[in-house]
């Protein structure tokens, strides 16, 4: 798995599109990010949000790690 790929993740919510990008591996960083902006009450961007993206994420790490182990 090249670790240098450039991930992204996006959800639209009301009128508002999010899209985040970030490199491989730094999946914690952008959690952090989700946490921020869901703790900020000026975003309309929430903790279910948060959840649902994060839970994206994790989707996609555990479909690459399968293909690792095959």
């Not at 985040?20 to 902006?37: L, Q, W």
């Not at 000026?42 to 790690?65: C, I, K, T």
């Amino acid at each position: 798995m090249q670790v240098d790929r450039v991930r992204q993740l996006s959800l639209v919510k009301n009128g508002h599109r999010y899209v985040f990008r970030y490199p491989a591996g730094k999946e914690a960083d952008i959690i952090g990010v989700f946490a921020s902006m869901a703790a900020d009450d000026d975003h309309q961007f929430d903790w279910f949000d948060a959840a649902v993206l994060s839970y994206q994420m994790g989707r996609r790490l555990e479909v690459d790690l399968e293909r690792v182990e095959q």
